[in-house]
């Protein structure tokens, strides 16, 4: 897959990350894109280490959703840990 593909599954795995982890994030969009293209590659990977499977086949394969998905919903609650809830007050 290019770029682009990636650029959108990560957009919108990282919304239905957030839409089902809801709770308040001190990142916005952007973290957001970068949270679910991030968690796609992880949720991938893990997929291929731990149950021998290529999980990231193809744009509208289920399992590369089910994968980014995942990867994206580790990630936000990583990220959740590390910010520790923290907002940015303007």
Do not use: E, Q
Request: charged share 10%; glycine share 18%; no cysteine.
């Amino acid at each position: 897959m290019g770029i682009i593909a990636w650029i959108l599954i990560g957009l919108l795995a990282g919304m239905i990350a957030k839409a089902l982890m809801p709770g308040k994030d001190p990142g916005g969009v952007i973290i957001t894109i970068l949270i679910g293209i991030a968690g796609g590659l992880l949720g991938g990977w893990l997929g291929k280490v731990i149950f021998g499977v290529d999980s990231i086949d193809g744009f509208f394969d289920l399992s590369t959703w089910i994968a980014a998905i995942v990867g994206s919903m580790i990630l936000l609650a990583l990220y959740r840990l590390v910010t520790g809830g923290r907002r940015r007050h303007a």
